[in-house]
Structures are given as C-alpha cells and as structure tokens.
C-alpha cells in the first residue's frame, strides 16, 4: 500500500505511467479500498495498536 502511494504521490503531475497503468493502479486501490472498507464495517479485523 505504501509503495503504490509513494507511486502515485510521484507521478503527481508528471505522465509517467501510460492510461492503461493508471487505469489499472486506479482500480487496484478502488478493489483494495472497498476490502477495507468492508472489514472495517463487518470488524473482521481487529485495529492493532502500535
């Protein structure tokens, strides 16, 4: 999560990545959102504290 961050944070104004790769970045973070979403609401997994 923290890598694709970085990534996007990187290409921030800089076309560094064809449409077809951000479309595909855009819709891994949409899947990966949606399942922490979903575990969130359904508190499937207990919040660590660090």
Known sequence: MDEMLASIR???NVDLWTPEE???CEADMVRI???VRTHAVN??????ST
């Open 43 to 48: 508190g499937d997994t207990p919040a660590r």
């Open 10 to 12: 990187a290409a921030a």
């Open 33 to 35: 959102m949606q399942t």
């Open 22 to 24: 951000r479309n595909r």
